[in-house]
């Protein structure tokens, strides 16, 4: 009987410990657009264009120029980030400076960029792992594969971290087309992949919708970055 209730509690505090932090990842989903993290003070004076998505996590950013560049100089690609990924935590991504682009460890085949906002949200709710912050930025490069063109799902089957809900392709704004999927876990979280020559860069993240079909498909922070890649 004694082994029975033991069993018990430890299911109620494993439970408990699951819906508290649901909770808190939910509220910080629906924060106001205005404290939306990708948003800094600057973007957010910015025109009535560039605040032309109602997104849930925040708006479509037209003008990118003064975000941060980085780049891997080793596989040619770069990308931008807004200054609430300019954080401590995310130097261990860098090796260096060039110019005003900073460089990223050409050792490394993943990235993680936590967000400003995600850190605090995860520090309210000690313990919590990196999974927490909704809006992290993981970057993951794979071996060029044919597969990936000729049988889309089943190269997701093999490199994915989880069973997927769904795979496409899509053309962003700035004429790139990226092969997305959204993965069947916690936060149902949705990764972009660029299929180059000799490589395939994966950007994922959590807290977006722009490859949602329930809402709408909305341009948000995610595709502001997606649109911000260069090869």
Not at 94 to 118: A, W
Not at 121 to 139: C, E, F, T, V
């Amino acid at each position: 009987m004694k082994i029975i209730w033991k069993w018990i509690v430890a299911v109620l505090v494993v439970s408990l410990s699951f819906f508290g932090w649901w909770f808190w990842f939910e509220k910080g989903r629906n924060l106001d657009r205005n404290e939306a993290p990708i948003l800094s003070g600057h973007d957010q004076s910015s025109t009535n264009e560039q605040k032309q998505s109602d997104d849930l996590m925040g708006n479509f950013i037209t003008d990118t120029s003064n975000w941060e560049t980085y780049r891997n100089e080793k596989l040619g690609f770069e990308f931008k980030l807004s200054d609430e990924y300019s954080i401590p935590e995310n130097e261990k991504n860098i090796v260096g400076k060039k110019k005003n682009t900073s460089l990223l460890d050409p050792k490394k085949t993943e990235y993680l960029f936590n967000s400003r906002q995600g850190l605090e949200q995860i520090k309210i709710n000690a313990g919590m792992s990196d999974a927490a912050d909704g809006w992290n930025i993981r970057l993951k490069t794979y071996s060029y594969s044919k597969l990936i063109e000729s049988n889309l799902e089943e190269w997701v089957k093999q490199n994915g971290k989880a069973s997927f809900d769904e795979v496409g392709k899509r053309t962003l704004k700035n004429g790139s087309e990226v092969v997305y999927a959204s993965w069947n876990s916690i936060c149902s979280d949705y990764s972009a992949f660029f299929i180059q020559k000799n490589y395939i860069l994966e950007f994922n993240t959590c807290a977006s919708s722009y490859f949602s079909s329930v809402y709408g498909d909305r341009e948000d922070y995610f595709s502001s970055i997606l649109n911000s890649v260069r090869f």
